[in-house]
């Protein structure tokens, strides 16, 4: 813990001891990287600066918010777990594990974080840095998975302090963000490293076993479908993947498809008309955990004048549509748009 404190890093959200913002960071932190999550964090703690702010938002707006950050399932739930503790808990963040855990979007995890670094709990914290650093000083082979788990708590059931809970787990994960690295770790500045079995053995590189995970590519399209100076989005459904985020419709090239005559096909089989091609306008890629997917975008016409969108789709402006939650892919489209001559 004296390393952790002579050399953390100054990040906003150790700065504060409030739960409902120490929950937010865990949360953001998982499948993110610290340098990615700062600048979204403090956005967001000026947006929504307390929990009741976050309960009575819309999602729209909570979604909106989260663009960018990815697994928007993580904002859901936030959002929807916001609104259950302001009923249920009088707008405070329970501090008993069993509760927090009756939560959605809370599991050992993130219970443990906030019990130990809110509110002091004895609890340890096993995120990805903290796993590789205690495989390495174990010397425990094999891939990362629940049974070392089970016996990475069982050993820091053993070792865990109950003063300064919250130093202990950040110090842990602070070592292995920035010491003992999945890749080059620097041993040499190790505060741990006369206890690491890796280290000793000269195994720190193949431990923990790396898994190997196969990336599918999807080649995809979408239709910008431009009327009067407004373009046709429309919503996702409320469940399955980016749910709930605008886009611009569109779908999956089947195999020995052309993209324009997927593009009509998609349009049709979506939104139920007929559209004229009129020329590509970006073709941007996006990376998902696992599988990829390549967009090509094209501007489109309508070809039934009257077509109005009905629910769940919308005519909107350059400057409205920016203020709708979207992905990632959509989000380049809408800047190859704005960018076009």
Same mark, same amino acid.
């Given at each position: 813990?004296?390393?952790?404190?002579?050399?953390?890093?100054?990040?906003?959200?150790?700065?504060?001891?409030?739960?409902?913002?120490?929950?937010?960071?865990?949360?953001?932190?998982?499948?993110?990287?610290?340098?990615?999550?700062?600048?979204?964090?403090?956005?967001?703690? /000026?947006?929504? !600066?307390?929990? %009741?702010?976050?309960? =009575?938002?819309? &999602?729209? +707006? #909570? *979604?909106?918010?989260?663009?960018?950050?990815?697994?928007?399932?993580?904002?859901?739930?936030?959002?929807?777990?916001?609104?259950?503790?302001?009923?249920?808990?009088?707008?405070?963040?329970?501090?008993?594990?069993?509760?927090?855990?009756?939560?959605?979007?809370?599991?050992?995890?993130?219970?443990?974080?906030?019990?130990?670094?809110?509110?002091? /709990?004895?609890? !340890?914290?096993? %995120?990805?840095?903290? =796993?590789?650093? &205690?495989? +390495? #000083? *174990?010397?425990?082979?094999?891939?990362?998975?629940?049974?070392?788990?089970?016996?990475?708590?069982?050993?820091?059931?053993?070792?865990?302090?109950?003063?300064?809970?919250?130093?202990?787990?950040?110090?842990?994960?602070?070592?292995?963000?920035?010491?003992?690295?999945?890749?080059?770790?620097?041993?040499?500045?190790?505060?741990?490293?006369?206890?690491?079995?890796?280290?000793?053995?000269?195994?720190?590189?193949?431990?923990?076993?790396? +898994?190997? *995970?196969?990336?599918?590519?999807?080649?995809?399209?979408?239709?910008?479908?431009?009327?009067?100076?407004?373009?046709?989005?429309?919503?996702?459904?409320?469940?399955?993947?980016?749910?709930?985020?605008?886009?611009?419709?569109?779908?999956?090239?089947?195999?020995?498809?052309?993209?324009?005559?997927?593009?009509?096909?998609?349009?049709?089989?979506?939104?139920?008309?007929?559209?004229?091609?009129?020329?590509?306008?970006?073709?941007?890629?996006?990376?998902?955990?696992?599988?990829?997917?390549?967009?090509?975008?094209?501007?489109?016409?309508?070809?039934?004048?009257?077509?109005?969108?009905?629910?769940?789709?919308?005519?909107?402006?350059?400057?409205?549509?920016?203020?709708?939650?979207?992905?990632?892919?959509?989000?380049?489209?809408?800047?190859?748009?704005?960018?076009?001559?």
């Amino acid at each position: 813990m004296a390393w952790y404190r002579a050399r953390r890093r100054d990040l906003p959200w150790r700065r504060t001891r409030d739960p409902y913002l120490i929950w937010v960071s865990e949360v953001m932190l998982q499948q993110t990287t610290v340098p990615a999550v700062v600048p979204y964090f403090e956005r967001w703690a /000026r947006v929504f !600066p307390d929990l %009741d702010s976050l309960a =009575r938002a819309p &999602l729209r +707006r #909570v *979604l909106r918010e989260w663009q960018g950050l990815g697994y928007y399932q993580r904002a859901r739930n936030l959002h929807r777990a916001a609104g259950l503790v302001l009923r249920e808990h009088g707008g405070r963040v329970p501090d008993d594990e069993a509760a927090l855990r009756r939560l959605p979007g809370f599991g050992p995890y993130t219970a443990a974080a906030v019990l130990s670094l809110a509110y002091g /709990r004895p609890r !340890p914290v096993i %995120d990805a840095n903290v =796993r590789r650093v &205690l495989m +390495r #000083v *174990l010397g425990l082979d094999g891939p990362a998975g629940p049974r070392v788990d089970r016996d990475l708590r069982a050993y820091l059931d053993k070792v865990f302090p109950n003063d300064a809970p919250g130093d202990f787990n950040q110090g842990l994960m602070e070592l292995g963000a920035l010491v003992c690295r999945s890749r080059n770790p620097q041993c040499l500045a190790c505060p741990v490293r006369f206890a690491c079995r890796a280290a000793r053995e000269g195994r720190q590189e193949v431990i923990p076993e790396p +898994r190997r *995970l196969r990336t599918e590519e999807i080649e995809a399209v979408v239709a910008v479908i431009e009327r009067r100076g407004r373009f046709l989005i429309q919503e996702r459904a409320e469940k399955g993947l980016l749910a709930g985020l605008w886009e611009f419709p569109g779908g999956k090239v089947e195999p020995g498809e052309s993209p324009r005559a997927a593009l009509r096909r998609e349009v049709r089989e979506e939104v139920g008309i007929e559209v004229r091609v009129l020329k590509r306008l970006a073709t941007v890629t996006h990376a998902y955990t696992r599988f990829r997917v390549r967009l090509h975008a094209y501007l489109c016409a309508l070809r039934d004048p009257g077509f109005e969108p009905g629910p769940r789709r919308r005519w909107v402006t350059m400057n409205g549509i920016r203020r709708y939650p979207l992905p990632s892919g959509s989000v380049k489209i809408v800047e190859a748009l704005a960018g076009r001559d």
